[in-house]
């Protein structure tokens, strides 16, 4: 009788405690414990009262920052210089001695804005000339590239510079393509309101 006491007192007691541990497992998924970790940079120390505000969606990118105020009115003009002064003469080249007897001499009237006014007078004479003589009815054309510019003198204080430019240039006749042919331009330019235009343009002769 007394080891049966004994053995309810037990499985009494053993069910007690099974009890408490259930009931503390509840409290504790109930109430979880929050674990606060401290930021630290990245040679591990604590950033705390840095007073910057963590955002952990925002990347260093994301953070805004004071962007230096630019005045472009206070740049300086920009200066025309001696490779202006090639590239003018590159292109001049290129478009003149580039033409077809059907494109109405726009490679010479295109290039008036780039001419002085003497320079202007020739094209005129020299359009009016070309449109004087008689249309055969067959296509002529010629295309023109630049293979090298070299300016030959330029001076910026009295306005004058001279190029020159050597040129790869192949005919059209009908419709047989001519063999290509080196050719040079020699131009001089003249400084007008800070610009340079073509004061004169002369082919070397084949």
Do not use: C
């Not at 003009?77 to 590239?87: G, I």
């Not at 478009?95 to 109405?104: M, T």
Request: cysteine-free; hydrophobic content about 35%; proline content about 3%.
């Amino acid at each position: 009788m007394e080891n049966r006491k004994k053995i309810g007192l037990l499985i009494i007691g053993v069910a007690v405690i099974i009890l408490i541990i259930i009931i503390v497992l509840l409290i504790k998924k109930i109430n979880p414990t929050e674990i606060v970790s401290t930021p630290t940079d990245v040679t591990g120390n604590n950033l705390v009262n840095s007073g910057a505000t963590l955002t952990p969606t925002t990347t260093p990118g994301d953070v805004y920052r004071n962007p230096q105020k630019y005045n472009v009115a206070k740049e300086e003009p920009y200066k025309l210089n001696s490779n202006d002064v090639a590239e003018t003469a590159k292109l001049f080249a290129e478009r003149l001695g580039s033409f077809s007897n059907q494109s109405d001499y726009g490679n010479v009237t295109d290039l008036k804005i780039f001419m002085t006014a003497s320079m202007r007078d020739w094209a005129d004479k020299y359009v009016a000339e070309l449109k004087a003589q008689p249309y055969s009815g067959v296509y002529y054309g010629i295309t023109t590239h630049t293979l090298t510019t070299k300016v030959l003198s330029y001076d910026d204080k009295t306005g004058k510079a001279k190029v020159e430019v050597i040129t790869e240039r192949q005919e059209t006749n009908a419709d047989k393509l001519g063999t290509a042919f080196s050719q040079k331009m020699t131009l001089d330019l003249v400084k007008s309101n800070n610009n340079w235009l073509v004061d004169n343009a002369v082919w070397e002769k084949k």
